[in-house]
């Protein structure tokens, strides 16, 4: 058990669609990073939040973007769905600076039809 | 080429075993993560090393910086260490310094 949960575990949508994926931190981890799993690959850094900023952000477009709130909670949403975003999300929280050892939650399943 | 490789790609075992994979890559990094995926896709860290070896239980961790090469161990491996492991690393790239690139996992299968 993480700590981290993320919701909904499940969901589908159509393209063109938008989409809100939460995830809710271990308390005091003030740093969350999000990233995308297609099926059969690593996970990809999608960005990451410090102190409800954006701290860091991989290869992908500004249709993905995302919210830290001071409850420890935090969203990742992406506008405009296309069929290639179909993956896992994971979220993961850490604290900033005790060794940064990130703590996942078990992902949200989304598929794009 | 991937800049985190692991080996071998499948590993089918049998319970009691002594296992090891490996990682490789070619970046600077401040520090590299081993973690585990079960079916299902929850994710959990096993070790995070910056140089030298760390044990937990039946499962070791060791890391050559100069060779840019770590290994994961499982000794007496059971069927319950079934799953994917994956190494990623902590890239030391200026402005971007906590990104985390990831090898694709090496699919290990411990048989009763």
């Known amino acids: 058990e993480t700590g981290v949960t993320q919701s909904p575990t499940h969901l589908i949508k159509t393209r063109g669609q938008q989409v809100t994926l939460r995830c809710s931190s271990q308390?005091?981890?003030?740093?969350v990073s999000w990233y995308q799993q297609a099926l059969g690959q690593g996970p990809q850094f999608i960005f990451q939040?410090?102190?409800?900023?954006?701290?860091g952000r991989g290869n992908f477009p500004p249709r993905f973007s995302g919210l830290q709130f001071p409850n420890y909670s935090s969203e990742l949403n992406v506008n405009a769905l296309e069929l290639d975003d179909s993956a896992l999300y994971l979220c993961?929280?850490?604290?900033?600076?005790?060794?940064?050892?990130?703590?996942f939650g078990a992902g949200t399943r989304l598929s794009v039809l | 080429k991937n800049e985190v490789e692991q080996s071998p790609q499948n590993l089918t075992a049998q319970e009691g075993e002594f296992i090891t994979i490996n990682c490789s890559y070619s970046?600077?990094?401040?520090?590299l993560h081993w973690l585990q995926q079960h079916p299902g896709g929850g994710i959990v860290s096993l070790f995070m090393?910056?140089?030298?070896?760390k044990k937990h239980g039946r499962l070791i961790a060791t890391i050559n910086i100069q060779e840019k090469h770590s290994s994961l161990h499982i000794t007496a491996s059971h069927p319950r260490d079934s799953a994917v492991y994956i190494c990623?690393?902590?890239?030391?790239?200026?402005?971007?310094?906590?990104?985390?690139?990831w090898g694709l996992g090496t699919s290990l299968a411990v048989n009763p």
């Open positions: 993961a929280s850490s604290f900033r600076g005790a060794k940064n050892i990130q703590y």
């Open positions: 308390s005091g981890h003030n740093t």
């Open positions: 939040y410090y102190r409800e900023e954006e701290n």
């Open positions: 970046v600077g990094i401040s520090a």
């Open positions: 090393l910056s140089s030298g070896k």
């Open positions: 990623a690393v902590r890239s030391f790239n200026a402005g971007n310094n906590r990104k985390l690139i």
